[in-house]
């Protein structure tokens, strides 16, 4: 399977073989890479790329991925021929992001009215014995965030919005 996604103005070319149960062989930009997956929940998975493990949070929608490997964020564009074309870029209006696991908040990093930028800590959310900062996958205004230490959320429950 290839793929091609965008980094900034960086073209970022993937190239995906399956070689066995969770083992793929995997080309990032023609460099080759052994990678064995370990899926721990639908957004969260552990890859052992080369021997080094490094823990991958992905969340999808029509316009990007948000990528956080070992708690660094990336975005990857998903760009059509079209927009590529035109040089068109969409921009995303307002974003609700979701737990994909019930936990308790422990710190709130931010307030609603803020302005925050892309990849900025907004809180940070225990699940399952671990603390994970949540960061915003976009710059804007924080629109929603009515969460407080201590409280806790379940699956899907919102945890804050930018616009």
Do not use: C
Request: aromatic letters at 6%.
């Amino acid at each position: 399977m290839n793929l091609v996604f965008w980094h900034g103005q960086e073209e970022v070319r993937l190239n995906l073989e399956e070689k066995g149960e969770n083992i793929f062989q995997v080309a990032l930009n023609g460099r080759p890479h052994a990678v064995r997956v370990e899926f721990l929940s639908g957004d969260e998975l552990l890859l052992n790329i080369d021997g080094k493990v490094y823990n991958v949070i992905i969340h999808s929608n029509p316009q990007a991925h948000s990528v956080f490997v070992n708690e660094k964020f990336f975005k990857l564009e998903k760009k059509s021929a079209l927009r590529i074309l035109n040089g068109a870029k969409s921009k995303i209006r307002k974003r609700e992001i979701k737990t994909t696991m019930p936990g308790r908040i422990v710190r709130i990093l931010a307030a609603e009215g803020e302005e925050i930028q892309e990849g900025q800590a907004v809180l940070v959310l225990e699940a399952m014995k671990m603390q994970n900062e949540i960061k915003s996958p976009q710059a804007g205004r924080l629109t929603y965030l009515r969460l407080k230490p201590g409280d806790h959320v379940e699956t899907g429950a919102r945890l804050f919005s930018v616009e």
